[in-house]
């Protein structure tokens, strides 16, 4: 493991682990934390299912982690590079356990992970608490080399027996999913055009547009999918690039991704945003089918729960195919919904990942950072697992810890929070 890092210990939040900060887990780390899940699984057989969001970070750090599943004896199903919906679907569908390694290029958040148990239910900060510290420990062990001979103590009665190893190309039967619960493909052609799709998302859309032998084929033309970068970051503050792809392609409307395909947000023709209740407004679906975010989070409760800003596009498509919709530009069939105060752009981030309020927070800190609320949410104190709150220090900003007793208060160097034991101010107040 870099010998920076932070112990695995310190990047636990709810469902998972985010590895942020300046020295984040390096692949050493990654294999370990595959062991502790293949030993946390215990005695169940099903296989895992794993996927990543197709970026090189997380393609490099997954496949670390199906090494260290495949060496607890654990068959994995590599499915690759997938949305996280994606794969969410998938671990519906075959009602196996799920492991989803995304990245991203903000906030210093560069590897995250996330694990379901079978049925889609997210394990509890305590599951991944106990893993982490089990992966902690494998470390701990013996140097990086011989790391995998702590694998019996994971419960594999014979370390050399290995798991098998299963590559599987879901792309199009995604698609296929897609096209069905929205309704598709739509009748009219259009020219979308397109920004901020990660790899993934690019090869979904692809997949669309071919049919690919498994589902009929969409009669789009999709435009500017070429910025499908692989460093391409998850947030969105200026729309400029849509809006000039828009004009100069003469497209029907524009969407943009947050990189993973989570959350989007949508243009009409003219390059206008049209708020996440106008798009709800006009998809007209039963109240139960779908629930949305005003930043954009829209999560279908036919697809395992899934949050998929692309679900939420093609269902669109087929909708300006009705009557009352046809042949109208998306700018005069749009309904008249403002934007809500100081979100002119929907700002876009990975999905947050899900954590029990403790029902005594402060109303809000007196001094903001800049951190956004997806991020706040997973911060702690790696010294004592407690809250944050943004401080003014003596030499710049801090993130306190919300603990007196422990009372460190940790850097932030260039936006990026130095979440380091050794490298916290202590209060003069804690104990």
Known sequence: MNSASAPISASVVAGGLASRGPHPLDATAWYAVGLAIGGHLGSSTEPVIVGNDGRAAAAMDGDALVRGLLDAGRDVVDLGGLTADGLRFCAGAYGSPAVFVGSSS????????????????????????????????????????????????????????????????????????????????????????????????????????????????WPLRWVGVDRALDDLPDGYADLHRLRESIARERADLGVAFDGDGDQIVVLDERGGVLPPAAVVDLLALPVDRLKVSDGGDYRWAEAWGSVSGLTALLHLLVALDRSDLAGRPLSESRPAYPMKENTLVPELSPEPIATTPSGDEPAGPAVDHGLQPWMRSLLRCPACRAELRDEDGPQGPELACGDADCGRNYPIVDGIPVLLVDQARVRAEAN
């Not at 694998?151 to 096209?179: C, I, M, Q, W």
């Not at 009748?187 to 071919?210: F, I, K, N, Q």
């Open 106 to 217: 903000r906030y210093a958040v560069d590897v995250t992970v996330t694990v379901w148990g079978p049925g889609v239910t997210p394990w509890s900060e305590a599951d991944v608490a106990a893993l982490a510290e089990l992966a902690d420990s494998v470390l701990a062990n013996g140097d990086d080399a011989v790391v995998g001979d702590a694998v019996p103590a994971l419960g594999n009665a014979d370390a050399k027996a290995t798991g098998r190893h299963t590559r599987r190309e879901v792309t199009s039967e995604y698609a296929a999913f897609l096209t069905l619960i929205s309704g598709g493909p739509c009748r009219h052609p259009r020219t979308v055009a397109v920004d901020a799709a990660g790899p993934a998302v690019a090869r979904l859309l692809d997949a669309l547009v071919t049919g690919d032998g498994v589902a009929p084929a």
